[in-house]
Structure formats: structure tokens, C-alpha cells
């Protein structure tokens, strides 16, 4: 095991910071706060945080709408804070991964100030800046992830700019050497503080077409999709150059011992393994989020873990992501009983887990009342649900009246349940879900099988799936059951002692049937 890195072996824990632990009682989680919860995600193993945006920002995407890359909101502190968090992990073998948002910068970003002032302007090349069409219309047919045109007329400059996501969030111009050089620092300023890595933004988005030819229909788009899909981003997004720009980041990165790059990448599996790059400058980790789109069921589950693997270049090292900021909870999506088969699939699969905070106390996403609402989102897709707060809601800590989250009513409401789901509770619960990802994460860390062995897939049906893992002479075999039913376990893996039920109520014992919506863990040597 010790030839594999920590990215490798460990788990990644995404923190959203806005609602993970708010320090100095105004409702939104900090810094301080984050540190002060260190203790805990020690207790729960995880080997890495991500921290989603913490830079100034004006917060018209909450963070991801960046005002300068380089300094810290002062909603979430300081750089000193900063500091003293890198730190404090750092002296509890944590490490600690940015989000780096190179595609577009907050409208309020200096550099996109300047950029607007006048045609003429030095920056005005920084940003994708373009004439309409005769007819006034914009530039093309491209469409903004948040509903509407990309391309946000500018009536005193008498031109458009394009902004793959908010008019507030245009998107910078990476053809431009002097933004890539600007931006390149951005990177090499947190690795000299000792930050171990970046998930990076919108990654797909950062080249668009120098024709900007027109994208193509999506035949397959039904009106209960976002209307961003109804076309196929074909020419703004995903394009070749992308991948000379990720080797730069890589060959960065390399500059430093062991730091990690991983990307968003909403693509297909067979685009997705392209981002592993060619002689290993590419990202470390190019996130998979095939198990939040694949449906649920085991036959699927099998046919996406199989593709995946046989997609994988030689020495890319895999990984899986059940929920993020963005989507909703799999507690929500697979409902309570699920879930918890839903944690053994992530934290025994091939591959760096990544755990959105919340999901292992099974926290669901919470109802946000109209007038609550804080995402842009849910005011630009209406009615589709994929406006983000029910996801983003205060982590319940306990059951005293803001959760032990703040001293103060939080920025988005607390889930109803809170007073029974919330960690104080569930870890003093040896059979609450927190318990089962606590033993699971403690489980994986201490088996080469688990952590770092082969893939084989033993059996599937409608209903269940029974995959093993190897390393060296260590065999351990998962079976699952993600229907309501009792299964009898195939007979090749059915007299094999149990060393960890979903259920947490066996142990040692044949596992011969799976109970409903139970998950177990083998000893098969
Ligand atoms: C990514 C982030 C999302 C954000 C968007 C624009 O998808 O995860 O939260 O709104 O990029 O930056």
C-alpha cells in the first residue's frame, strides 16, 4: 500500500463553507469554524478536505463568482485563519484542496472592470468580447448553463460577452497568454502556502470555438430538462486545447510534492479518461460523476463501473463522487434505507471516494420555502428542481437550537429532522449511518484489498450485486442489495463470514441471505 499516494489510498471530504460551521454567530459557516470541527473529521478518517470557494467574492453563485483569487472573503476570514486551518489539518495528516474557478471571474473581478470600460482597453482581451449578428442577435446560438443566451449584451461598449453560467460570471479568455500567466500564478501562489490541491471549476467550459460555430440540437432533450441541454455544447465546451492547458497545470503541480489536481467534468466516460492526459500530464483525477447520473439499479451500477474501468488508461488511478454542492442528496435520491448501501458501494469501489459533507449523517435535501430561497438557480430554471439550496443547508452538529451550527438563525434553513439526524446523536449510535461510514472509511484505510486492490465483479441481477477486491493474498467480496426485498446470496460467496453489515447488527457469522436493503462486507481471504 505504501507505494500509492494519499489521493490514492485516502478519502476526499468536500466542505461546503458557507454551511459547514459558522464560528462567529452571523449564520454562515467560516474558517474558524472549520477548524474547530477538525477533531471530527480526524474521528471519521477522512484523509483530505476540499473546501468549495472561500475568496472574495460579490456571492452571486455563492463563491464561484471569484473577485480576487488570491485573498479570503471576509465572511470566511482571513489568510491568516487560512493559514492556521492548512496548519492545524496539516498536524492531523488532513490535507487541504481549493477550488480553483479558472473559466470565468466575478463581473466585479478588477480585471473584468477594466475589461468593460472601452474597446480600446488593455484588458479588453481578457474576456470573450464580440460583435452581434447583423440583426442585432447575439454572437450565436450558445446557451447559458443557468437558462437564456450566453452572451450578455454590453450597451455602452456596443458589444456582447460571454458568460457560460451568470451574467455576473463572464468568462475569461484563455487564449490569451497574458490571462493564462495571471491565472498560473493563481496556483503556484497556494502551493507556496502549502495548499495540497485544487478541485478545479468548470473545467470542460474554459475553451469555446474561435469560429464560435453555432452548437447542434439535442434530439434526445425533453422540456423537463435545463434548456441548456437541448443543445449538444459541442463547440463550447470540451475542446482540444483544453487538454494542453491541463498538462500545464500538471507540470505545475508537479513543481511540488504530492499535490493533486482534480477536475470538474460533467463529460461522457470515453471524454471524461481523456483528462488523465498522455504520459501522466493530465489531472490526478478527473471527477467521475457517472453514479450520480446512472440510474439505480444494479444492473446499470455493474455495466457503468465496467465501462469505467475498461475506459482507464494505464496507470490513471480511478475515483467516485456520490453527491456534491450542486445535486441533490443521495439520501434524497435513493431514500434513507438505500443510502446506506449506497455508502458501502462508494467506500468499497476501486478507486478515491469523494463524501459530500452531511451525507454521512444520511441528511436529505430540506424544502426551502419561496421566500428563503438563495439560489440564483432556482429563480432561472423554475420548476425543474435544480435550484441547489435543499442541498446546501446547515450540517447538524447537534440537537440545540441552530443544530450547533451557529449562534444565530443560518443562512438557509435547518432540516426539519435535525433534532434526531445530527452527529452528536449518531455518534452515540452504534448503528446510525454515521457509524456505518465511520466503520466503513476505517475499514477501507486498513485493507490493501479495499484500498487499493483489483476490481472483479462476482454477480448481478435486478437486484443485486456482488463484486470482490484484491491485493496480494487479502480477498474481500460486497454484496448488495438495493431492492426492499430478501435476496438469497449466490452459493460461491454465501458461507462467507460477514465482517460488516449495513445494518450493523452482524458479524462473523455466513452471510447466506441479504436482508432488505442490506449491504455486506466478506472475509473470503
Ligand atoms: C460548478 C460549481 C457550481 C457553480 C458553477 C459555476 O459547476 O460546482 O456550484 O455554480 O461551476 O462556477
Known amino acids: 500500500m505504501s507505494s500509492f499516494l494519499w489521493w490514492q489510498r485516502g478519502i476526499v471530504y468536500q466542505i461546503y463553507p458557507r454551511s459547514f460551521m459558522d464560528s462567529n454567530g452571523d449564520g454562515t459557516g467560516d474558517l474558524v469554524g472549520i477548524l474547530s470541527r477538525l ?36 465572511l470566511f476570514g482571513t489568510r491568516d485563519d487560512l493559514d492556521r486551518l492548512v496548519e492545524a489539518a496539516h498536524a492531523r495528516n488532513i490535507r487541504v484542496l481549493l477550488d480553483y474557478v479558472p473559466n470565468h471571474t466575478s463581473d466585479q473581478h478588477p480585471w473584468f472592470v477594466e475589461s468593460r470600460r472601452s474597446r480600446a482597453d488593455p484588458r479588453r482581451d481578457w474576456y470573450l468580447w464580440h460583435a452581434g449578428r447583423e440583426n442585432g442577435s447575439p454572437p450565436n446560438n450558445w446557451l447559458s448553463v443557468f437558462g437564456g443566451s450566453a452572451w450578455e449584451w454590453d450597451a455602452p461598449t456596443r458589444e456582447f460577452y460571454y458568460h457560460a453560467y451568470l451574467k455576473e460570471q463572464p468568462d475569461l479568455n484563455w487564449r490569451n497568454p497574458e490571462v493564462r500567466a495571471a491565472m498560473l500564478d493563481v496556483l503556484r501562489f497556494w502551493f507556496e502556502r502549502g495548499i495540497d490541491g485544487f478541485r478545479i471549476d468548470a473545467l470542460r467550459q474554459v475553451f469555446k470555438d474561435v469560429e464560435l460555430r453555432d452548437n447542434l440540437p439535442n434530439p434526445g432533450w425533453t422540456p423537463s430538462q435545463p434548456p441548456y441541454e437541448s443543445l449538444l455544447p459541442v463547440h463550447s465546451t470540451d475542446q482540444p486545447e483544453l487538454l494542453e492547458l491541463v498538462a500545464e497545470f500538471r507540470d505545475l503541480a508537479d513543481a511540488y510534492p504530492e499535490r493533486v489536481l482534480i477536475g470538474e467534468l460533467w463529460l461522457p466516460i470515453e471524454r471524461l479518461v481523456a483528462y488523465y492526459g498522455v504520459g501522466g500530464r493530465g489531472l ?24 469505467y474501468e475498461a475506459a482507464l488508461p494505464a496507470g490513471a488511478w480511478p475515483n467516485w463522487v456520490l453527491g456534491n454542492h450542486d445535486r441533490q442528496r443521495v439520501a434524497s435520491r435513493v431514500g434513507a434505507p438505500q443510502a446506506r448501501v449506497a455508502a458501502m458501494l462508494l467506500l468499497t469501489l476501486r478507486g478515491t471516494p469523494t463524501l459530500y459533507q452531511g451525507d454521512e449523517i444520511g441528511m436529505q435535501d430540506v424544502p426551502i420555502p419561496p421566500e428563503a430561497v438563495q439560489d440564483p438557480v432556482e429563480w432561472r430554471l423554475p420548476g425543474l428542481g435544480r435550484g441547489r439550496d435543499p442541498e446546501r443547508t446547515p450540517m447538524q452538529w447537534d440537537d440545540s437550537p441552530n443544530a450547533g451550527f451557529s449562534q444565530v438563525r443560518p443562512w438557509l434553513p435547518l432540516a426539519a429532522d435535525y433534532q434526531s439526524v445530527n452527529v452528536a446523536a449518531q455518534k452515540s ?32 441481477d435486478d437486484t443485486t450485486l456482488v463484486f470482490e477486491r484484491d491485493a496480494g493474498d487479502q480477498r474481500r467480496v460486497v454484496a448488495l442489495n438495493l431492492s426492499a426485498d430478501e435476496r438469497a446470496l449466490p452459493d460461491a460467496v454465501g458461507s462467507l463470514p460477514v465482517i460488516l453489515s449495513t445494518h450493523l447488527d452482524r458479524a462473523a457469522e455466513p452471510a447466506t441471505v441479504l436482508r432488505p436493503h442490506e449491504g455486506v462486507l466478506l472475509d473470503s481471504r
Open 39 to 74: 477533531n471530527y473529521l480526524e474521528w471519521l478518517g477522512v484523509e483530505a478536505i476540499w473546501i468549495s470557494p472561500i475568496f472574495p467574492s460579490p456571492m452571486a453563485d455563492f463563491g464561484y463568482d471569484v473577485s480576487d483569487y488570491t485573498d479570503v472573503h471576509p
Open 284 to 307: 490526478h483525477l478527473p471527477f467521475n460523476f457517472h453514479l450520480i447520473l446512472s440510474a439505480w439499479n444494479p444492473r446499470e451500477i455493474a455495466a457503468l463501473i465496467h465501462t
Open 429 to 460: 449510535d452504534t448503528r446510525s449511518m454515521l457509524s456505518l461510514y465511520r466503520r466503513l472509511i476505517e475499514l477501507r484505510r486498513a485493507s490493501p484489498a479495499l484500498s487499493v486492490g483489483s476490481y472483479h465483479q462476482l454477480y448481478v
